[in-house]
Nanobody, 127 residues
Framework: QVQLVESGGGLVQPGGSLRLSCAASGFTFSTYAMSWVRQAPGRGLAWISDINRGGGYTRYTDSVKGRFTISRDNAKNTLYLQMNRLKPEDTAVYYC????????????????????WGQGTQVTVSS
């Protein structure tokens, strides 16, 4: 059974930082690209970042580029998202997802676009 468990969310002030983690199990983590997806209040699922199997190639949607960093530690079966200079508009539920989609980063996606999902972790950016 594939398991993806996000952690690290919480309440942070604008300009602050958070580091999200996604612990993976039930599959060979190192053989899959991984992604982060978020859902802001009243919005759909937005694909914001992905990373290749070895971690050497990363992509970001424009709204987070330069502020967020996706990374992975295959020895620990863990995916990370370092979020810096957070803005209120970053408020969302953040999900890690197994695999990639042919859609465009930043585009609204469906749950079926990825193989598996975590339960999500809430990030709230507010003063």
């Amino acid at each position: 059974q594939v398991q993806l468990v996000e952690s690290g969310g919480g309440l942070v002030q604008p300009g602050g930082s958070l580091r999200l983690s996604c612990a993976a199990s039930g599959f060979t983590f190192s053989t899959y690209a991984m992604s982060w997806v978020r859902q802001a209040p009243g919005r759909g699922l937005a694909w914001i970042s992905d990373i290749n199997r070895g971690g050497g190639y990363t992509r970001y949607t424009d709204s987070v580029k330069g502020r967020f960093t996706i990374s992975r530690d295959n020895a620990k079966n863990t995916l990370y998202l370092q979020m810096n200079r957070l803005k209120p508009e970053d408020t969302a539920v953040y999900y890690c997802a197994k695999g990639v989609t042919g859609k465009t980063l930043g585009e609204t996606i469906a749950t079926t676009d990825f193989d598996s999902w975590g339960q999500g972790t809430q990030v709230t950016v507010s003063s």
